[in-house]
């Protein structure tokens, strides 16, 4: 049993920023990556962002430069600071984990938390 608790949505307008945070928990063995997704209405989820715990990471393009992942994993916590947000930016926003699993690893785990609403609007 993973737990996963996201922090730090809320409303904000075009051009504005958010800090969003996530603690992991529970039966988590040694980390691989942490990883953020989104999902608006009516769309499938989709991966944000991403970071191993080698440091490297990887984005969707459309928030290139705009968003950036950071964290520790060691300590199961992953940040995403969001900039000049947009109107498409608007879903409900999950983190989730990956772990090593022999030369491999394996995820996102199956149980996703409760997400963090962020709404961009005028």
């Known amino acids: 049993q993973v737990q996963l608790v996201e922090s730090g949505g809320g409303l904000v307008q075009p051009g504005g920023s958010l800090r969003l945070s996530c603690a992991a928990s529970g039966s988590i063995f040694s980390i691989y990556a942490m990883a953020w997704y989104r999902q608006a209405p009516g769309k499938q989820r989709e991966l944000v962002a991403a970071i191993t715990s080698g440091g490297n990471t990887n984005y969707v393009d459309s928030v290139k430069g705009r968003f950036t992942i950071s964290g520790d994993l060691a300590k199961n916590t992953v940040y995403l600071q969001m900039n000049s947000l947009k109107p498409e930016d608007t879903a409900v926003y999950y983190c989730?984990?990956?772990?090593?699993?022999?030369?491999?690893?394996?995820?996102?785990?199956?149980?996703w938390g409760q997400g963090t609403q962020v709404t961009v609007s005028s």
């Open positions: 989730n984990v990956a772990r090593y699993y022999y030369s491999d690893y394996v995820g996102p785990d199956d149980y």
